[in-house]
Antibody, heavy 118, light 110 residues
Framework: QVQLQESGPGLVKPSQTLSLTCTVS??????????WSWIRQPPGKGLEWIGY???????YYNPSLKSRVTISVDTSKNQFSLKLSSVTAADTAVYYC??????????WGQGTLVTVSS | DIQMTQSPSSLSASVGDRVTITCQAS??????LNWYQQKPGKAPKLLIY???NLETGVPSRFSGSGSGTDFTFTISSLQPEDIATYYC????????????FGPGTKVDIK
């Protein structure tokens, strides 16, 4: 059974870079069949797709966040990561990582709350 | 960008009731439409993929239908454990290059 676990700082200062890592267990991140996604949810609000990466390194990003987002993969550690630069309070959210296949995300991490505040 | 609308935004129903949620896309998305259930404090869970396919292990009281721009999600007999917010999600292609979630429908027990 694939499991995903997000990790990273829970508090980030405005204008700084938010960095999160998702560790995958129970399956290889190098499987060509899957892509690895980041999705976020501001408190009390809906879901927003951030972007995803294939193990090969190909990435796709939400156009509204593209200028600030970088998603990378480390196959040796079975991890993938999210960096979001120049954060503001509007980036405060629960951040989820997920495994996608053919357009749907079947496995999700439990999520991690990141608060942007000085 | 493809926009997604969902209705209603919330509903209350009795145990055993049939519950229907609709999702509309701003342009034709074929059957590129998924449904997720999210319980408070939990990650979303995939219920239906590609408009009408039931994810493995999901109870058969959940179903989805539709294609093009109009989609329907149905719970045939509402159970107490179905209290959650339900989101539709569209993707644009295979492989997908963009996703959009609907605003969600909160389902409560009357």
């Amino acid at each position: 059974q694939v499991q995903l676990q997000e990790s990273g700082p829970g508090l980030v200062k405005p204008s700084q870079t938010l960095s999160l890592t998702c560790t995958v267990s129970g399956g290889s991140i190098s499987s060509g069949d899957y892509y690895w996604s980041w999705i976020r949810q501001p408190p009390g609000k809906g879901l927003e797709w951030i972007g995803y990466i294939y193990y090969s390194g190909s990435t796709y990003y939400n156009p509204s966040l593209k200028s600030r987002v970088t998603i990378s993969v480390d196959t040796s550690k079975n991890q993938f990561s999210l960096k979001l630069s120049s954060v503001t309070a509007a980036d405060t959210a629960v951040y989820y990582c997920a495994r996608g296949y053919d357009g749907y995300d079947g496995y999700w991490g439990q999520g991690t709350l990141v608060t942007v505040s000085s | 960008d493809i926009q997604m609308t969902q209705s209603p935004s919330s509903l209350s129903a009795s145990v055993g009731d049939r519950v229907t949620i609709t999702c509309q896309a701003s342009q034709d998305i074929s059957n590129y439409l998924n449904w997720y259930q999210q319980k408070p404090g939990k990650a979303p869970k995939l219920l239906i993929y590609d408009a009408s396919n039931l994810e493995t292990g999901v109870p058969s009281r959940f179903s989805g239908s539709g294609s093009g721009t109009d989609f329907t999600f149905t719970i045939s007999s509402l159970q107490p454990e179905d209290i959650a917010t339900y989101y539709c999600q569209q993707y644009d292609n295979l492989p997908p290059t963009a996703f959009t979630f609907g605003p969600g429908t909160k389902v409560d027990i009357k």
